[in-house]
RNA sequence: GGGAGCUUAGCUCAGCUGGUUCAGAGCACCUGCCUUACAAGCAGGGGGUCACUGGUUCGAACCCAGUAGCUCCCA
């Protein structure tokens, strides 16, 4: 090893990964052990490896190098998603950039690109995830595209298809004209947007020889070319008038009645409404309602078709201001309007999305999402933190229907087969298609498989299920053994597009949910609170931050300030905080490893100090333990962390620690490698690389090929001896306060002062006599009972604490100072028999807290006493 | 418009069933130290009207109501 004072993390980190990684140890089988399973989030193939990643990848490790150190069958099953729209979106604008149009191609050989893209860039961010330290079981690693999996979605539609869940039908749906797909409704961002409000009049018929006209108020001008009817309030008096008339749609002095509805706020606008069914959600359920016409003016990719009879070719945007200069210079355009609001956009390619009406596959979702709320409501599925309980309960209870079809390539293909004549089956092959239709006695001319594909949701709706082959062989022994999984951590954001389905799923096939635990994490965002996008060019490339500040480092980083469910406040002074804790490790074995051991009794100090760490130790690991237990990691890290740095490191090393150049004695020496394994143990599933790297040096002696940190037994808690514990916090105070006296009064550290002590609280100091001349550089330890003149005093709890400094003290300081600490301790028991004066809280509080309160004014009383005689003796 | 949540030190956050000296942690800051493990460090220190206003209670950061500000989700 070498004795560099910087922890080096490069050379460990790849050393160490490809160690873990020949020796199998991330390889999970089932045995007769207790199962830990985590599922991967699958990232997108498409993705690189960000901030989010590292977030939630890096918990995940934790969770399950813990896992497996506690003698668990830990299994973490990674992988990648298709990400239908997000790829295809990727592989067509890298065709287009060879200059290929996607629709010069057959959907065979667009595939082969797609598949080729996928070969060449699909695994890069699973490569990243090693840097991490990601212990994943490798060997697992699948891809929801791949065979198996396809074959599980195809089946899995076919299942709910016949149990009536899917259907197919003409529906308003989100549709991204740049992808040329629909969306659902979960994958539309609404954002505010600043538009601009038309007032466009519509001449009345019919109103007799003058000629009349309505005006309404609208965002999308370009679109009253589909408008069908006009619609009022029938209480507004203003349109009173215009009740049973017909209005003439600008520019193409198209006909259209005029109906009443109070769905039109009056408020708004003016209070009449075009109504345009084809291309606004509202505007279609108002026009089934009424039975008006249909008229879809917009092609797939957002230009006006022929029905528009104007501008036809022209994209909606563009022909939105060409239609408000032609209304203009027919005079019918009466003013503009600056005006905010929500428009949606598609989440993959960030295109206004454009309501259309269009034949769609959709899955009945009222049904299915009863138990999969019920689980989460009755805790067999708990969601951490559980606030999110009550946003998911609001969702499942007003849960739409899905739409499932996406009108894309890439992607599991929709097992419907239809004939000339549109009818249309559902089979898995084309030979039992035929078969159906034949037993029902339809043609099968023309026999044709469905063009559309399968929402990407649908097939990671299966995952915990299909990466274990689960629904095609629900009896396999992978299967029964790690299904249901353990714990999920995943986004908020995705609870409903993702979590909720694969509950649904899970229930659907198995009757149990895929998951007992589903950690939240949050948003990683910048230090201003800014989500981290590439656009704000906000966000740190994870890797450059693992290479500046290693692996260790940054993972700590990442989860000292993430509590679940709370977005994070990135800053890289929070990596240089681990880096920092790193090496402080690092020199903290640099230390025990110059030590030179000889044949000599342990000290007093190093005995005491070994015999306090042990208990504080096991107090320690039951702290850590109850904060995993309740998902609280970053407080376990935070409890791991100040049990490395200021118990192990400021503490007990120094106790231990011989004076220059002195040996130590071999007892103390092996406890001291004994806590340090341990403590190495204790810090491995957050930062596994410098943990193993200590472990096999040369220290610890040899170790078998297989003794590594990583599967070493992780520390479980003794009990511990409270007493121990606050005797020794009494003797740290102690030292803290000569160290204080010291720094203010500006004596130097080198310089030792003798103590006295008259001690009234029971604690043998003797024993701690040792300790305190070392850590505070006391010349010499008395015990007296009382009156020291010419020292300074202090107070610890009951005990009495002299200080002869070498200088004079200063008299009138001391007194000020004693006075003023008298004078809080009045206070304080000012407010003590206050309470204890009161009637009714004698009577109404807990008896323990009047005991308390009796024994806080005894404490006072005596402090004060003892302070009275300081005072008096100076 | 409907729903959920937040507001505690300069920053990021803890604070379980109201009851010790309960106002905490880490970082940052200030002071003094190159003490031969570590200046990526050591020792010490300062810093908050717990958003605001009322209420309940013997007692409120914690419970209730209202106000202000912020965030997220859904429409």
Request: proline fraction near 5%.
């Amino acid at each position: 090893m070498s004795i560099s004072k910087t922890y080096n993390p490069k050379e460990a980190e790849d050393k160490w990964y490809t160690y873990w990684m020949e020796k199998g140890f991330f390889r999970s089988i089932p045995d007769d052990r207790e199962p830990y399973t985590i599922v991967m989030p699958p990232p997108n193939v498409t993705g690189v490896l960000h901030m989010g990643h590292m977030l939630n990848n890096t918990i995940q490790d934790v969770l399950i190098r813990r896992a497996r150190m506690q003698g668990k069958n830990a299994c973490w099953v990674p992988g990648t998603d298709h990400a239908s729209i997000a790829t295809e979106a990727k592989v067509v604008a890298m065709l287009k950039e060879q200059g290929i149009n996607k629709k010069d191609l057959t959907r065979e050989q667009f595939l082969e690109h797609a598949w080729e893209w996928k070969e060449k860039y699909g695994g890069i961010i699973l490569k990243q995830l090693e840097k991490l330290g990601a212990s994943c079981d490798w060997e697992r690693t699948k891809f929801t595209m791949e065979p198996d999996l396809s074959d599980a979605v195809i089946d899995t539609f076919i299942r709910l298809y016949r149990k009536g869940y899917i259907y197919r039908g003409v529906r308003m749906v989100n549709w991204d004209p740049q992808g040329r797909t629909a969306l659902s409704d979960e994958e539309v961002i609404r954002k505010e947007v600043n538009q601009t409000l038309y007032y466009v009049r519509y001449a009345v018929k019919g109103t007799g020889d003058t000629p009349s006209y309505l005006t309404i108020a609208t965002t999308r001008p370009e679109t009253i070319m589909a408008d069908t009817a006009v619609c009022i309030n029938p209480n507004d008096p203003r349109y009173a008038h215009l009740k049973g008339k017909t209005a003439l749609v600008p520019l193409i002095n198209r006909e259209i009645p005029i109906i009443e509805d109070e769905y039109v706020d009056m408020e708004f606008g003016t209070g009449c409404l075009k109504v345009t069914p084809a291309h606004d959600l509202n505007d279609y359920e108002l026009g089934q309602k009424h039975n008006l016409e249909v008229i879809d003016i917009l092609n797939d990719d957002g230009t006006l078709n022929d029905k528009a009879q104007l501008l036809v070719g022209e994209d909606r945007f563009k022909a939105r201001k060409s239609v408000a200069k032609l209304l203009e210079e027919a005079g019918q355009l009466e003013k503009t309007e600056p005006y905010k609001s929500q428009v949606g956009f598609s989440e993959r390619t960030d295109a206004a999305i454009e309501p259309k009406l269009s034949m769609q596959w959709f899955c009945r979702m009222q049904e299915l999402a009863k138990p999969a709320l019920d689980y989460v409501v009755n805790g067999e599925v708990k969601l951490i933190p559980d606030k999110f309980i009550s946003t998911y309960r609001h969702w499942m209870e007003n849960i739409k229907d899905w739409t499932i079809s996406r009108q894309l390539w890439w992607g599991q293909r929709i097992p419907a087969w239809y004939n000339t004549q549109n009818e249309w089956v559902v089979a898995k092959t084309e030979a039992e298609a035929r078969a159906l239709f034949e037993a029902e006695g339809k043609s099968t001319e023309g026999i044709r498989q469905e063009e559309d594909v399968l929402d990407t949701w649908f097939s990671s709706g299966l995952w915990p299920m299909s990466v274990f082959d689960g629904t095609r062989h629900p009896d396999n022994a992978d299967i029964r053994y790690y299904y249901p999984t353990s714990d999920l951590v995943t986004a908020p954001e995705i609870l409903f597009f993702w979590v909720a389905r694969m509950i649904i799923f899970g229930h659907e096939y198995r009757g149990q949910p895929p998951f007992k635990n589903v950690y939240l994490t949050g948003i990683v965002r910048d230090k201003l609170g800014r989500k981290m996008s590439k656009s704000l060019g906000n966000s740190p490339d994870p890797i450059e931050l693992m290479a500046q500040y290693g692996t260790d480092g940054v993972r700590v980083g990442m989860l000292l300030s993430s509590p679940a469910g709370n977005d994070l406040m990135f800053d890289v002074a929070y990596c240089e905080q681990g880096r920092n804790f790193a090496n402080k490790i690092w020199n903290a074995f640099r230390l025990v490893k110059g030590w030179e051991v000889a044949a000599i009794p342990a000290s007093s100090a190093q005995h005491e100090a070994a015999s306090w760490f042990g208990h504080r130790f096991n107090q320690a690991i039951a702290e850590i333990e109850d904060h995993f237990t309740s998902y609280r990691i970053s407080d376990a890290l935070m409890a791991t962390y100040k049990f490395v740095w200021d118990d192990f490191c400021s503490w007990y090393l120094e106790l231990v620690k011989p004076a220059y150049q002195q040996p130590i004695a071999k007892e103390t020496f092996e406890a001291t490698k004994g806590f340090f394994e341990a403590v190495l143990k204790l810090i491995h599933p957050f930062m596994p690389f410098i943990s193993e790297e200590l472990w096999h040096d040369e220290l610890f002696g040899e170790r078998s090929e297989q003794d590594c940190c990583m599967i070493a037994e992780y520390p479980t808690a003794g009990v511990f001896d409270e007493p121990t514990l606050s005797d020794f916090a009494v003797l740290q105070q102690v030292i803290s306060e000569i160290r204080n006296l010291r720094n203010a009064k500006q004596i130097s550290p080198k310089t030792p002062l003798p103590l006295a002590i008259h001690a009234s609280s029971g604690i043998d100091f003797k024993r701690y006599a040792e300790s305190i001349q070392k850590m505070a550089n006391v010349s010499a330890v008395s015990f007296a009972d009382g009156k020291q003149a010419g020292s300074t005093s202090f107070l610890v709890g009951k005990d009495e604490f002299y200080v002869s400094l070498a200088q004079s003290i200063d008299a009138d300081a001391e007194r000020e100072r004693i006075t003023k600490e008298i004078d809080y301790l009045n206070g304080f028991l000012k407010a003590v028999n206050a309470k204890l004066a009161n009637e009714r809280f004698v009577q109404n509080a807990k008896p323990e807290i009047v005991a308390n309160e009796r024994n806080k004014k005894a404490d006072a009383e005596a402090k004060i006493k003892r302070l009275e005689e300081h005072l008096a003796n100076l």
